[in-house]
Each structure stands twice: as C-alpha cells, then as structure tokens.
C-alpha cells in the first residue's frame, strides 16, 4: 500500500463554488469522477502501472538469461541434452572456444587423408609409394642410384659382411652411408656406365671413408668389364635387383656361440635382409645388427631356436630350430620371393 504522502491534497488557496449540475453535464461529470476513481486506485495500489512495467523487464532479462545459459559454453546446457551438432567439430591446439550458440564446421583439411601417411625415422610424415618397400633402409627397390665406381683387390673374396673366401669375383663394397650397419650386405645391384655397360655385382664389403654416397668399389675383375683399370674411376648408376637363384638361404652361428650367447647370420638371401628374430616365450624377438652382418642374442635368448627372417619387401620365412654349432653353415631349403 502506498504511504497517504503520495495521496493528492488540495491547495490551501485553491477556492470550490458548489453549482447544481443537469443533463448531458451530470453526464460527463460522473464519467470522469469514475475515469479519476478507476486512476487514482491503480496509481496508489501495490504493483503500480511503473511496477508493472519493470516485472516486464525483468521477466524479459531472465527470459534472456535463461536463453543464454543454455549455450553449449555453459555446464549441462544443450550440448549435454544431445541438442548440439551430430558432428563434433576439430580444433587446433591455438584455438578456443566457439561462440555461444554458435557450431563450429569442420573445414576440408581437418578430415582424415584416405591414405594413411608412413612416418620416417626421424618422425616426419611421408606418402607411401608403390615402389617404395616397406623395410626398405637408403636402398630402395626401383630407385635409381648415381655415383662413382672405383676398385679395389679383393684378395680371398671375404670382406666386411664376414661371409668368408669365395672365388665369386663379381662383388662390390658399398660405402659406409648406403652400407647402413650391414643392411646393404648381400644385395644384388646393376651398376650402368654412361655407355651403356652394366654388370650385375654382390654387395660384399664396405667402403668406408673417402668413399662418397652412392660410389662403389668394385672388384677389379667387376671394374675392368666396365673400363680400363687405368681409367680409375668412372660415373656409374645403379639399382637394386631381385634375381633368379636356385640357391636357398642357410644360416650360420658364429664362432664361439652357445646357448648362453650366439651371433647368428643369413646367408645367400635373394633380398636384402631387413630383420632377423628369435622365438621366445613371449613371442619374437629382433635381435640387433652388427656392421659386421650378425645379429647377436647377448643373453642367449633364442639360441638354437626358430627363427623369423624378413627381407625389405617384408615378405617373412620362418626357419625351423638349427642347433648351435658355431662357423657352419645350414641350409633351410627356404627363399625369398623375387621382385
């Protein structure tokens, strides 16, 4: 209720002549005395017309509250009741949150490649490529290599990737960089001189420094079918072979192997070989290459066992348990397919 200081008071000097009132003016007057009547009581009650019009207001800022509280920013709002795109949207890691009311679309680069990218040792992402084999190290099956052929005696035939005397003079030592800690030990290669030449030679040995990426250093019998000797060195391509062999792959333990520490080693592989594992209780085991082409078991696990091999198309053969018997070779009767 208002206080009775809001009430009108007349004027002290304000002066009333009563007159008799007829007709249509009686008429009139008792409208408005109930048009004053009907304005005095609600100007005076509680909730005035000024009230009323504020509850308006306010209803209308909870009205807009409420509507913005249900923003997908705010906790439980309709993101939480399912009422948010189907779709959720991809954020980088500078972005921040979407406007409220607001969804976010997600643009053409976010959406995932249809072929999975391969990751390089160093961690960069690459495209696979269909000449590009899935173990394959620095050399790849159909990539073409150029460099530099230069010679060298090879003596008895043996050489850094210890596979002993042979009378195969067509061999070849690779240097250090494509020699990759033995990966390049056995591998087939077509070297090619600007003429035209080539001859097919076995990877051997390694050539370490001066020699420079890409150069090889070829017997001197491999050498002399190419150019002169006196020519010394000459520019050359090459690439890697899969050849026909009726040879099969054997395996050598060796020398000082036992059951408590082994370094084995494949030998007359069509492919380069990229992994060598042993059996053990918990599955296969990949053992570790040396520059001088055995993969040692340090605590013997796996000596004597089966073995998984697996070349750089990563076809893999499993060969049977061998028995540890140091510096000799055993054939498997298996091979890898060509290429």
């Known amino acids: 209720m208002a206080s009775s200081s809001h009430r009108r008071r007349p004027r002290p000097d304000q002066n009333f002549e009563w007159r008799p009132v007829r007709g249509p003016l009686l008429a009139v007057a008792a409208v408005a005395a109930v048009a004053l009547v009907v304005t005095l009581v609600v100007a005076f009650r509680p909730g005035d017309a000024a009230g009323a019009g504020q509850g308006t207001a306010d209803r209308a800022v909870s009205a807009a509250s409420a509507s913005s509280s249900s923003s997908p920013q705010a906790e439980g709002g309709a993101a939480a009741r399912g009422t948010a795109s189907s779709t959720p949207s991809k954020r980088s890691s500078a972005s921040s949150k979407p ?30 490529s269909t000449t590009t084999a899935p173990a394959a190290g620095r050399i790849r099956p159909g990539a073409s290599y150029q460099g530099v052929a230069t010679s060298y005696d090879v003596g008895n035939g043996d050489g850094a990737c210890s596979y002993g005397p042979t009378d195969d003079v067509m061999t070849a030592a690779m240097n250090t960089a494509d020699y990759e800690t033995a990966k390049a030990c056995g591998a087939y290669v077509s ?26 250093d070829l017997s001197r019998q491999a050498f002399a079918k190419l150019a002169p000797l006196s020519a010394g060195r000459i520019a050359i391509t090459w690439t890697l072979l899969s050849p026909a062999t009726s040879d099969t792959v054997s395996i050598r333990y060796k020398t000082g192997s036992t059951q408590y520490w082994c370094g084995i080693q494949a030998i007359g592989h069509r492919n380069p070989l990229a992994r060598l594992e042993v059996r053990t209780g918990g599955g296969w085991l990949a053992l ?52």
Not at 107 to 115: D, E, L, Q, V
Not at 196 to 208: A, K
């Open 191 to 216: 070297v090619r001189t600007a003429s035209g030449t080539s001859l097919t030679v076995r990877i051997t040995n390694e050539c370490p420094a001066p020699c420079a990426v890409g150069q090889l």
């Open 99 to 128: 406007t409220a009311g607001a969804r976010a679309t997600p643009t053409a680069s976010a959406a995932p490649s249809a072929t999975p990218a391969r990751r390089t040792a160093a961690g960069t992402a690459r495209t696979p």
């Open 288 to 339: 570790t290459r040396t520059g001088y082409n055995y993969f040692l078991s340090e605590q013997g696990t796996g000596c004597g066992g089966e073995l998984r091999l697996t070349d750089i198309y990563g076809e893999q053969l499993t060969v049977p348990a061998l028995p540890v018997r140091p510096d000799t070779v055993q054939r498997t009767g298996v091979q890898f397919a060509r290429h």
